[in-house]
């Protein structure tokens, strides 16, 4: 199996595209070519008529047998195949029609148009008999009617309507919701067992299936929940993780999503079923690299849409990509995270959004992993050229940079640390009041970072921030308060980090005091004494 996805990543996606999705079900598809159903009895029981019988048949013999049958009755093949996937009503049958309507489209891509040239002269949805079948419980009917669904989207002149459209992206997106969900529920379930074998608990709950397609993927989870509890198994946290971030379908749906994206039309359907948020979330998540590539690729094709690489951002992008650059070993992997923030560099048509890109970049050390790569060598000579450009973007960005760019910039990124603006005077004199922008966009940031963060280091940054916007714009206690921003702040005087409670006790003196210069000697009094009381105060001026 592995030899398999080993092959199969080494291959250009275009030469890809749909084959072989996953090896898995490639596996699945291979041993269902070898069990044909005995049409004949379908025929004597009067389940199929006389002429399906006779060109289902035909189109089982061999490739060329075949093509030729195929040429000659293109509209009974459409006919027949369409029929029988609504009105047969057995798993093993609907598999095997799958697959042949899958190797014929595979062969030969213009061969979609039989099935839309029918379904149009009939009147009828060519859809609807395939988006059916995705709501069986097999897991192979529904991922490989999803892959068919996917060649009739992209390969053929006309494209999904919308109410249709909208049903397979969503129906895309929750699998991989569903998948994601799954993995850590077990993987939490798993963890928890071995705890339990640890302190002698030796009772093994049952996990019972959930009811819905993913009864499959279960399955094979509680086959390795199950061989966790063996303390002779020294790999078998390691098998979890494996068959969990390699379950069955996900890799399928993810070069669905790689085709169907690659059309305009396509990807703005996707955003607005909040496609981007999941694909951004199970990033984050801990995943294999081939999911990780897929995902990062359905990122990159939405990128070539102007408005949408502008749009980016805001959903992460470039903070979740750069970490994962930086841990990343595969060179696919690298070379498509490349591919996109070049992307967001060159398409953007406003100028300041491609700026505020650049900078986002820098910010997430990115820079410093292009110097990494430029040290390497790679066969792939795009990398090498992304590497080059990107470098000298960044670079130039730098040069550009106001000290008021990098803070918003920072803001923007949730990722607040003791820079060496948020620390300077004259910052705070020439700035202040540039955070009433946009409708207090930066404050209002950093009010939310105060009720939503768990990072002691942004909670320390932004409360300092709140008391030096304070403490430089006369209207400030007025503002912070009406964005509630002051009880947030007064809440973390009780935090369990000391940096937190002593960033908060200044803030809310700057909040509450008006003589500054009585405040100065009160502040130099409490730093004297926190030192003295050995408080682990990091990153102070």
Known sequence: ??????????????????????????????????????????????????????????????????????????????????????????????????????????????????????????????????????????????????????????????????????????????????????????????????????????????????????????????????????????????????????????????????????????????????????????????????????????????????????KMNKFNVIPILADILSDCAKEKVTRIILAVFRNLIEKPEDAQVAKEHCIAMVQCKVMKQLTILEQRRFDDEDITGDVEFLTEKLQNSVQDLSSFDEYATEVKSARLEWSPVHKSAKFWRENAQRLNEKQYELLRILVHLLETSKDPLVLSVASYDIGEYVRHYPRGKHVIEQLGGKQLVMQLLAHEDPNVRYEALLAVQKLMVHNWEYLGKQLEKDSEKATQGNAPISGKA
């Not at 061989?227 to 669905?256: F, M, W």
């Open 1 to 310: 199996m592995t030899d398999v996805q080993d092959i199969m990543s080494s291959l250009p996606d275009d030469k890809i595209d749909m084959i072989a999705a996953t090896s898995v079900l490639q596996q699945q598809a291979g041993d269902i070519r070898q069990t044909k159903p005995n049409w004949s009895s379908y025929m004597q029981s009067q389940m199929i008529s006389q002429e399906d019988y006779a060109c289902v048949s035909s189109l089982d013999k061999d490739k060329k047998a075949q093509a030729a049958y195929l040429q000659e009755n293109a509209p009974q093949c459409a006919k027949t195949l369409l029929n029988m996937l609504s009105h047969v009503s057995k798993d093993q049958t609907i598999q095997y029609i799958l697959v042949l309507i899958d190797d014929l489209l595979q062969e030969d891509r213009t061969r979609v148009q039989i099935f839309h040239d029918y379904a149009n002269k009939k009147k009828e949805s060519v859809w609807a008999p395939f988006l059916n079948l995705l709501n069986r419980q097999d897991g192979f009917i529904v991922n490989m009617a999803s892959r068919v669904v996917g060649k009739l989207a992209c390969w053929g002149q006309e494209q999904m309507p919308k109410s249709d459209l909208h049903f397979y992206l969503q129906w895309l997106k929750d699998q991989l919701t569903v998948a994601e969900a799954e993995k850590k529920r077990l993987a939490e379930a798993a963890a928890s067992h071995h705890d339990h074998h640890r302190h002698g608990h030796h009772g093994h709950e049952a996990h019972h299936p959930p009811n819905s397609h993913q009864h499959q993927i279960a399955e094979r989870y509680r086959e390795i929940s199950s061989a966790i509890d063996d303390p002779q198994r020294d790999r078998a946290k390691e098998d979890l993780h494996v068959t969990l971030t390699n379950n069955e379908y996900i890799q399928s749906v993810g070069r669905c999503l790689q085709m169907m994206l690659r059309v305009d039309e396509y990807r703005f359907a996707f955003v607005t079923v909040d496609g981007i948020s999941t694909l951004i979330s199970i990033l984050s998540s801990r995943v294999n690299f081939q999911v990780q590539y897929q995902l990062v690729f359905c990122l990159w094709v939405l990128t070539f849409n102007p408005l949408l690489a502008e």
